[in-house]
């Protein structure tokens, strides 16, 4: 089980007992060979409501295995409300216990850094705090295993039901040695037939039920009668709920997906270009070029990108007839419905007799912000925020602010597509936004969140297009990359 669940069990932890569940007729399974390698995506929710997710990678290598995780979750109740976020990776032994760790994670707004590794004589740890750095040594007989192990471990030496597992468990929260007991409950047919053996532990106060395929994947979680659950999720619905949940700039994930760098960004909407090293950046995901970013593949999953301001055009360019031109860019879709009257009435309000396509741009992209106000959760289709005016749009996430501009300049016929990525917020760091990119003479970028015409070159572009297909290489990204500023021009 994964730490950043065992933290938010804990959030809400009440002392009462769980109903006990039926015992699965006697089975028992031969002895796993090995964990099952690859990604896993997993919901969290309390009383049936999405709270949080986590992700799951394991990989083999020589001698052992490489458990990396990473998961956000905010709980709330009538007496209180926090949030926690982790990101974890563990190297285990083939047997499952702890070489080493390195773990990051923020709890209630108290952020630690825990790394370590085992030693003869228990687990060598060193904390890093605001308040400084400490190292210690967690003392224990035998060997220990990280929380992302603990589900497998039954399976890897055998389960019959009724027997009992006893082990010692590197707690990362704590910072200490937990002795953890599994009971193998038996072999159980979930619904849609699904095959599993039930585990329970005694991590909590109260019962912690686990299932698990034979194969070692994690199921099901259940804390307190259903009171939490921990779903596996297919790593598509999963990675776009993250990407919606970043974009949206939800709680939930804002923390977890910032991207900081030390020093500041002085100045960032007076950049006029910046070199930036990203590290974490798998090799399949290939951010896009052209004449405002340029990408170098680094060694080791990095990437440097360089960017500069694309500035308007000048000339007296003329819109083009919307419906025709490059269809993608000038389209009329469930997301972007340029052609709905409402939306094309208020284009002209806007644009009166304007012509010229720069002129135009700037114009749409003032009102938007104009209109925006502070953004918050997602203000839904362009349709809906332009019929209801500002009072939707006050509470409008970049995302939905990207697309009312892209249906206003494509109803004035000018093609243009919404983008995705990386903008640094000053103060902050390097947030996950949506802007758009408009065609006049060359591809510009333009922000009508901030009403940047041309954008800045703060903005660094992972994926072009708002499609659900089209953002699904920002969940390859959220909350695993970190960067490096190396240069920056005024």
Same mark, same amino acid.
């Given at each position: 089980?994964?730490?950043?669940?065992?933290?938010?069990?804990?959030?809400?932890?009440?002392?009462?007992?769980?109903?006990?569940?039926?015992?699965?007729?006697?089975?028992?399974?031969?002895?796993?060979?090995?964990?099952?390698?690859?990604?896993?995506?997993?919901?969290?929710?309390?009383?049936?409501?999405?709270?949080?997710?986590?992700?799951?990678?394991?990989?083999?290598?020589?001698?052992?295995?490489?458990?990396?995780?990473?998961?956000?979750?905010?709980?709330?109740?009538?007496?209180?409300?926090?949030?926690?976020?982790?990101? =974890?990776?563990?190297?285990?032994?083939?047997?499952?216990?702890?070489?080493?760790?390195?773990?990051?994670?923020?709890?209630?707004?108290?952020? /630690?850094?825990?790394?370590?590794?085992?030693?003869?004589?228990?687990?060598?740890? %060193?904390?890093?705090?605001?308040?400084?750095?400490?190292?210690?040594?967690?003392?224990?007989?035998?060997?220990?295993?990280?929380?992302?192990?603990?589900?497998?471990?039954?399976?890897?030496?055998?389960?019959?039901?009724?027997?009992?597992?006893?082990?010692?468990?590197?707690? #990362?929260?704590?910072?200490?040695?937990?002795?953890?007991?599994?009971?193998?409950?038996?072999? =159980?047919? &979930?619904?849609?037939?699904?095959?599993? #053996?039930?585990?329970?532990?005694?991590?909590?106060?109260?019962?912690?039920?686990?299932?698990?395929?034979?194969?070692?994947?994690?199921?099901?979680?259940?804390?307190?009668?259903? /009171?939490?659950?921990?779903?596996?999720?297919?790593?598509?619905?999963?990675? /776009?709920?993250?990407?919606?949940?970043?974009?949206?700039?939800?709680?939930?994930?804002?923390?977890?997906?910032?991207?900081?760098?030390?020093?500041?960004?002085?100045?960032?909407?007076?950049?006029?270009?910046?070199?930036?090293?990203?590290?974490?950046?798998?090799?399949?995901?290939?951010?896009?070029?052209?004449?405002?970013?340029?990408?170098?593949?680094?060694?080791?999953?990095?990437?440097?990108?360089?960017?500069?301001?694309?500035?308007?055009?000048?000339?007296? =360019?003329?819109?083009?007839?919307?419906?025709?031109?490059?269809?993608?860019?000038?389209?009329?879709?469930?997301?972007?419905?340029?052609?709905?009257?409402?939306?094309?009435?208020?284009?002209?309000?806007?644009?009166?007799?304007?012509?010229?396509?720069?002129?135009?741009?700037?114009?749409?992209?003032?009102?938007?912000?104009?209109?925006?106000?502070?953004?918050?959760?997602?203000?839904?289709?362009?349709?809906?925020?332009?019929?209801?005016?500002?009072?939707?749009?006050?509470?409008?996430?970049?995302?939905?602010?990207?697309?009312?501009?892209?249906? &206003?300049?494509?109803?004035?016929?000018?093609?243009?597509? #919404?983008?995705?990525?990386?903008?640094?917020?000053?103060?902050?760091?390097?947030?996950?936004?949506?802007?758009?990119?408009?065609?006049?003479?060359?591809?510009?970028?333009?922000?009508?969140?901030?009403?940047?015409?041309?954008?800045?070159?703060?903005?660094?572009?992972?994926?072009?297009?708002?499609?659900?297909?089209?953002?699904?290489?920002?969940?390859?990204?959220?909350?695993?990359?970190?960067?490096? %500023?190396?240069?920056?021009?005024?």
């Amino acid at each position: 089980m994964l730490a950043f669940c065992r933290i938010s069990a804990l959030l809400i932890m009440l002392i009462f007992p769980m109903t006990e569940l039926s015992r699965a007729a006697a089975a028992s399974l031969p002895p796993l060979a090995a964990p099952p390698a690859g990604e896993r995506w997993f919901s969290i929710a309390m009383d049936d409501e999405k709270k949080g997710f986590s992700c799951l990678t394991v990989e083999a290598v020589p001698d052992g295995y490489v458990f990396t995780g990473l998961g956000s979750v905010k709980m709330g109740g009538v007496f209180f409300s926090r949030e926690a976020w982790s990101r =974890e990776r563990y190297v285990v032994h083939r047997d499952l216990s702890l070489i080493s760790f390195d773990v990051e994670q923020e709890i209630g707004g108290k952020a /630690m850094q825990v790394s370590g590794s085992s030693t003869g004589v228990g687990v060598r740890v %060193v904390v890093t705090t605001p308040a400084g750095r400490e190292e210690k040594l967690l003392k224990a007989k035998g060997a220990v295993y990280p929380p992302p192990v603990l589900n497998l471990y039954p399976l890897m030496r055998g389960v019959s039901p009724g027997k009992r597992y006893r082990l010692q468990m590197l707690d #990362v929260e704590d910072v200490r040695i937990r002795a953890v007991t599994f009971t193998a409950v038996g072999v =159980e047919t &979930l619904p849609g037939g699904v095959k599993t #053996v039930h585990l329970r532990n005694d991590l909590f106060p109260v019962a912690n039920d686990i299932w698990v395929d034979p194969a070692g994947n994690t199921v099901k979680e259940s804390v307190r009668d259903d /009171m939490i659950v921990t779903l596996a999720e297919d790593g598509k619905s999963a990675g /776009m709920y993250l990407v919606e949940a970043a974009l949206a700039g939800r709680d939930l994930v804002r923390r977890f997906a910032l991207v900081t760098v030390l020093p500041p960004i002085a100045r960032p909407r007076d950049l006029r270009g910046m070199v930036v090293e990203l590290s974490g950046v798998p090799a399949d995901v290939r951010l896009p070029e052209g004449r405002g970013q340029k990408v170098e593949r680094l060694p080791d999953n990095g990437v440097r990108i360089t960017t500069t301001t694309v500035s308007p055009q000048r000339k007296e =360019e003329t819109a083009t007839p919307p419906g025709s031109g490059n269809p993608p860019f000038l389209e009329s879709d469930e997301r972007i419905p340029w052609d709905n009257p409402t939306l094309i009435a208020q284009k002209n309000a806007i644009l009166g007799g304007e012509k010229n396509q720069s002129s135009a741009v700037e114009k749409l992209a003032r009102w938007v912000e104009l209109q925006a106000g502070e953004r918050g959760s997602d203000a839904g289709s362009p349709l809906g925020a332009a019929s209801l005016g500002a009072a939707s749009l006050r509470d409008g996430s970049s995302q939905s602010l990207a697309r009312l501009y892209t249906a &206003l300049a494509r109803a004035a016929g000018i093609p243009t597509r #919404v983008v995705a990525g990386l903008v640094y917020r000053e103060g902050e760091g390097f947030q996950y936004q949506c802007w758009a990119e408009s065609l006049v003479g060359e591809w510009m970028p333009v922000d009508p969140a901030a009403g940047e015409v041309p954008a800045d070159s703060s903005h660094i572009k992972v994926a072009e297009g708002d499609a659900p297909g089209d953002l699904l290489p920002l969940a390859r990204l959220i909350g695993r990359i970190r960067a490096r %500023v190396k240069d920056l021009m005024y």
